[in-house]
């Protein structure tokens, strides 16, 4: 409990005062409750570890409801893969697994409730009749020419709905409540539509189907919830929640709403994302760019680091849109504990050098983790031809450029100081190989006569080094906003064009060879790099988690 009382927002503050005044009986029982049409996000991220979260702090329980009210947009797939997004973020729902779906009886059956309180009517009103009816935030709406049937017509009009003799949009189940509210939710809304269509679990048992609204309040209520936890947009819904509830004289869950997690240079809307992975704009739900769980998780973000973003952005009452610089830095924070260090060059120059034997190797001991000693060492090969990094060096260098140039000297890390002293081109200009001589008195990186070199560089052992592809993953959008648009521009049209790019020829360290799908590094002086599941054991493929740059730790830095 100690630990509980340390942390302190207003839901947390709600239910303390709850517990402390017995409500409930002193429980605590959350739900999340996922619409099963698309796969999940970082936004989504933010709400399970506020449910789960919960639960866990104050030893409750929380449950996983998939709210599969809308056979048109929901599969299987996506169940299946928000059951593993939970999971990975390392949440269990145990045996609490439940599906909107299991009560479309108990939903029906409530439904036929309402209407013999007289408190639902079945409305013969187009969804555009609909529309016109209901009027504008700046006036009332009106009745509708069905809203005083009789509570037996309304009883027999309901049942041959169920029973599929209506087309579909022909007719609807609303409740009866004002339709001069200042709240449009308030204005008589729909409870039940009709809609032929397949369920994705109860097949053609159904034809009419619950909406959000009606379903949400009462499948809290079935499960004894005591805090249905919501995300801002259903503030303006809360009164709706509360009126179906008292009306029906069931449990009365408290419905708490929060500000929904925004980020800068992306996307969080289901219906954009579904979009791009349609037209192909990406490849898939999982294409590393995308704010997906599945496909941050292919990038190489870990669960521990979206936990812990999740936890310092804690919960508020207003929006507010982050910088997507404080999640990089968590991923960043976490990967430097973790990540065992390796040496990998995406953009390659061949070094040869002159004076170290021929057919020669050595090997030398690199650290794997300077963070965490007990990841001890491993030995990397050295050898008379190896390969820099092409940015590692300059023909004719400006002032502050101290990496290998011409006549200077630098460091190879856990190996020795070269110097280069000839350039090889090809008929173009270009730059195709390097001559440098090794001193072998600096054999692990330092000099015995007290000489200082500038900079020290990675590399590989040409000989012994792996080929592989190294994808180089980008923000998606080029905007902060990438929805601040003017009127008739698309937000696809602030795509990044650079978001994504594939460097073939690199060369890594032959330690690397071992790695599977989903094992991280850190590429020594590139950044962190995840094993993606196209990796085959004729060529392992890498994408970028995120370069080593963070914008954020130099900004908490500056005290900014």
């Known amino acids: 409990m100690d630990d509980i009382k340390k942390r302190s927002d207003f839901i947390r503050d709600i239910i303390k005062k709850d517990l402390k005044e017995g409500k409930n009986s002193g429980r605590v029982h959350t739900r999340f409750p996922p619409e099963p049409n698309g796969y999940l996000h970082i936004g989504h991220a933010k709400a399970i570890c506020i449910n789960f979260g919960l639960a866990e702090e104050f030893h409750g329980k929380c449950n996983l409801r998939f709210d599969?009210?809308?056979?048109?947009?929901?599969?299987?797939?996506?169940?299946?893969?928000?059951?593993?997004?939970?999971?990975?973020?390392?949440?269990?729902?145990?045996?609490?697994?439940?599906?909107?779906?299991?009560?479309?009886?108990?939903?029906?059956?409530?439904?036929?409730?309402?209407?013999?309180?007289?408190?639902?009517?079945?409305?013969?009103?187009?969804?555009e009749e609909m529309r016109k009816y209901r009027g504008t935030l700046k006036g009332p709406g009106k009745d509708s020419p069905c809203r005083d049937r009789s509570i037996e017509e309304n009883l027999k009009l309901l049942k041959d709905m169920r029973e599929g003799k209506y087309e579909d949009g022909s007719k609807v189940l609303r409740a009866k409540i004002d339709m001069s509210s200042p709240n449009l939710n308030m204005r008589d809304p729909v409870i039940y539509r009709i809609l032929h269509r397949k369920h994705h679990r109860t097949g053609n048992d159904w034809c009419i189907y619950p909406t959000y609204d009606w379903a949400h309040g009462q499948s809290d209520s079935i499960e004894d919830i005591t805090h249905s936890i919501c995300t801002l947009e259903f503030e303006d819904h809360r009164p709706l929640y509360d009126w179906f509830i008292d009306q029906l004289g069931i449990h009365h869950p408290q419905q708490i709403e929060f500000a929904r997690l925004n980020l800068t240079y992306m996307v969080l809307s289901k219906r954009k994302l579904l979009e791009l992975v349609e037209k192909k704009y990406i490849n898939g739900w999982d294409d590393p760019r995308m704010p997906t769980l599945s496909g941050i998780r292919r990038r190489g973000y870990t669960p521990e680091a979206v936990r812990n973003f999740c936890t310092e952005i804690s919960v508020a009452k207003a929006d507010s849109t982050v910088d997507i610089a404080l999640l990089e830095h968590f991923v960043r924070e976490d990967l430097n504990k973790k990540a065992p260090r390796v040496m990998g060059v995406i953009n390659p120059l061949k070094v040869v050098i002159d004076n170290y034997p021929d057919g020669s190797s050595e090997e030398l001991t690199a650290i794997n983790n300077p963070e965490d000693p007990s990841k001890g060492t491993r030995k990397v090969p050295f050898s008379k031809i190896l390969y820099i990094e092409r940015d590692d060096f300059m023909e004719d260098p400006p002032k502050k450029f101290y990496r290998l140039a011409p006549g200077r000297e630098v460091r190879l890390r856990y190996a020795y100081f070269i110097k280069c002293i000839d350039v090889v081109k090809d008929t173009d200009g270009d730059i195709i190989e390097l001559h440098c001589t090794y001193d072998p008195e600096t054999k692990g990186g330092d000099s015995p006569d007290g000489r200082r070199v500038k900079a020290t560089l990675h590399w590989v052992s040409a000989e012994h080094s792996i080929l592989a592809e190294v994808r180089l993953f980008d923000r998606l959008f080029i905007k902060e906003n990438p929805l601040k648009l003017e009127e008739g521009h698309d937000f696809k049209e602030n795509l990044n064009p650079d978001s994504f790019k594939v460097a073939n020829n690199c060369w890594l360290e032959p330690s690397l060879s071992s790695a599977r799908p989903g094992d991280i590094y850190q590429f020594e002086r590139l950044g962190y790099f995840c094993v993606d599941q196209d990796s085959t054991m004729e060529k392992a493929v890498f994408n970028r988690t995120v370069t080593l740059r963070d914008k954020w730790a130099k900004i908490k830095k500056a005290g900014l």
């Open 68 to 127: 599969d009210t809308n056979p048109t947009k929901e599969e299987s797939e996506y169940v299946e893969s928000i059951k593993k997004d939970v999971r990975w973020l390392g949440f269990d729902w145990e045996e609490k697994e439940y599906y909107t779906s299991d009560y479309f009886d108990r939903l029906y059956e409530l439904a036929v409730l309402l209407v013999k309180k007289g408190k639902a009517y079945i409305c013969d009103l187009n969804a």
